[in-house]
């Protein structure tokens, strides 16, 4: 009888290490809880085509509600063009003041200013929520353009030239301005090396975006 108990008690004790070894795992860590920027490890799936800047930002929070950092408040990096009813919107004034963490708690920049001047982004600091490297140039696939449509100062751009995929809601016509997350490029030159105004995009499509080096990927930045 007493070694009969020993095996159903044993066999509890295992059935509840495994059932309880998810909420283990899932517990962020301290570098998660002050974690403030990331790049997504996914994109909308179809291509420059987000839902807006209300689509992009909800992107941004689920990613981060999924590895434990969702009790802040986060936006994507992307300004959008005028129109006859809204004003241009610059990525810039989105984000927040900073400062910004990576996954791994490795300082990006200490506020707007220093992120557009002399930041700390690279391939191996621009990492996903959930801390992994991105494959840039070099790497098969090449994935490191970055949605951004900004300048190298975070803003939108004037005139009527698409530089946001329709303000992120086409998947097919248009083009979008993309950085390079690895500061790599085809020459040494500043728009190759930049990580938020490198080039265009071949077009909004999963397909055209593929084929100058991206996949649809983009930064989310704290807010608060």
């Not at 802040?72 to 989105?94: E, F, G, K, M, Q």
């Not at 998947?171 to 990580?195: F, N, Y």
Request: glycine fraction near 12%; charged fraction near 15%.
């Amino acid at each position: 009888m007493k070694h009969q108990l020993k095996k159903t008690l044993l066999a509890v004790a295992v059935v509840a290490a495994v059932v309880l070894a998810p909420a283990v795992l899932a517990e962020p860590s301290a570098a998660t809880k002050k974690m403030s920027f990331f790049v997504t490890s996914v994109g909308s799936g179809k291509g420059g085509d987000l839902g807006g800047l209300a689509g992009a930002d909800q992107h941004c929070q689920a990613l981060a509600q999924a590895v434990g950092a969702g009790q802040r408040t986060w936006h994507a990096y992307l300004s959008t063009s005028a129109t006859a009813t809204s004003p241009a919107v610059n990525a810039r004034d989105r984000i927040g003041a900073g400062p910004w963490y990576n996954a791994k708690g490795v300082l990006i920049a200490r506020n707007v200013d220093e992120l557009h001047v002399d930041n700390h982004l690279n391939k191996q600091t621009a990492l996903t929520e959930q801390g992994e490297v991105i494959n840039g140039r070099g790497d098969t696939p090449n994935t490191h353009d970055m949605l951004t449509g900004s300048d190298a100062q975070g803003r939108a751009f004037p005139g009527d030239t698409d530089t946001t995929c329709s303000n992120w809601t086409s998947s097919a016509d248009g083009s979008a301005q993309v950085g390079h997350h690895d500061r790599t490029g085809l020459d040494s030159k500043p728009p190759a090396l930049s990580w938020n105004h490198s080039h265009p995009s071949r077009g909004c499509s999963i397909e055209g975006l593929k084929s100058t080096g991206g996949s649809g990927l983009f930064y989310c930045f704290a807010v608060k």
